[in-house]
């Protein structure tokens, strides 16, 4: 994806005179691209990846949200597991926001490289993002379904995309949650009475 200009792979338009958020760029900013719901809220239009500390990682996220905009990417269509549409904007803006909470947490724990990533580990953090915890660590509730689903997708993203990352992926046989989905994980209502 090097010097990949991201509207064009995404299919997103621009005016002419706007400058076009590239790949190498730590803040891909869609604040023009044309067709947005007006209801997008500025600041979810410009993608901060330097909320990831560690360059290796930042990639890797650059990848997957790069992928998951532009699925029919030649780099993308060969994963089996890969999204065969496009994500939205707004989704894609979550995915980023979890995996900085994501990589900050494993960053807390003294963890360097996704290669240490095991089911352990991704049970873990799925603790960490289901309860509400007070000042004094005590739990105090429990998050959403939507919390638990996210916190759950980029874990499950990082599997699926695992062979288009360049600089650090997890292992091969790592299959959290005996690879349930992100919403089964989250146990997300199934809107059925």
């Given at each position: 994806f090097t010097g990949a200009d991201i509207c064009h792979?995404?299919?997103?338009?621009?005016?002419?005179?706007?400058?076009?958020?590239?790949?190498?760029?730590?803040?891909?900013?869609?604040?023009?691209v044309v067709g947005l719901p007006v209801q997008m809220a500025l600041y979810r239009r410009r993608f901060d990846f330097t909320t990831i500390d560690d360059p290796r990682w930042r990639l890797v996220v650059k990848e997957l949200i790069l992928a998951?905009?532009?699925?029919?990417?030649?780099?993308?269509?060969?994963?089996?597991?890969?999204?065969?549409?496009?994500?939205?904007?707004?989704?894609?803006?979550?995915?980023?926001?979890?995996a900085g909470r994501f990589f900050g947490w494993l960053a807390q724990r003294g963890i360097t490289t996704l290669a240490?990533?095991?089911?352990?580990?991704?049970?873990?953090?799925?603790?960490?993002?289901?309860?509400?915890?007070?000042?004094h660590g005590a739990v105090v509730g429990e998050q959403s379904p939507g919390v638990r689903r996210a916190a759950a997708q980029i874990i499950v993203d990082l599997?699926?995309?695992r062979d288009l990352f360049t600089a650090d992926r997890v292992p091969a046989d790592l299959r959290?949650?005996?690879?349930?989905?992100?919403?089964?994980?989250?146990?997300?209502?199934?809107?059925?009475?």
């Open positions: 792979e995404a299919g997103l338009a621009l005016p002419d005179s706007t400058s076009r958020p590239v790949f190498d760029d730590d803040l891909w900013d869609f604040t023009d998951l905009l532009a699925p029919n990417h030649d780099a993308v269509v060969r994963l089996p597991r890969a999204y065969r549409t496009p994500l939205h904007l707004t989704s894609c803006y979550h995915r980023l926001y979890e240490a990533l095991d089911t352990h580990l991704c049970e873990e953090y799925l603790a960490f993002r289901r309860y509400v915890i007070d000042s599997v699926d995309y959290p949650w005996g690879g349930a989905t992100a919403s089964a994980v989250a146990e997300m209502p199934c809107g059925r009475r």
